[in-house]
């Protein structure tokens, strides 16, 4: 088994280096095992939207963006919703996601 250790701020500001994200999970998964106040009420089937965060701009990339069931949420989200924003139970592990700063996106 593998695993990377990503970058989370939570939504007060604080950042949390060397949070553990392992290969069989989704983003989503890894942050909830850390008990960061992400509420997962859909159980990551992309439609609550209570996973959305923002991921650094060249890490966003490296998960070749959103998918069209994502989008079609994000779409509703309005305001909170940046280039960068992803439903975390959508990112799927990578070991190239090393490092990479998650932000977890305010709650609407
Ligand atoms: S957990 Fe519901 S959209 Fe991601």
Redesign the pocket.
């Known amino acids: 088994m593998s695993s990377i250790l990503i970058n989370v701020i939570d939504r007060e500001g604080e950042r949390t280096e060397g949070v553990e994200w392992k290969d069989h999970e989704s983003l ?1 998964e890894c942050l909830t095992r850390h008990k960061f106040p ?15 965060s923002y991921l650094d701009q060249e890490s966003f990339v490296k998960t070749g963006g959103t998918n069209e069931e ?1 989008e079609d ?1 994000l779409e509703m989200l309005d305001d909170t919703r940046h280039d960068n924003s992803r ?4 990112v799927e592990w990578s070991e190239d996601l090393e490092g990479a700063e998650i932000e977890i996106a305010p709650e609407w």
């Open positions: 989503m992400i509420l997962a009420t859909c159980g990551g089937n992309a439609s609550c939207s209570t996973c959305h994502e949420l439903l975390t139970c959508q």
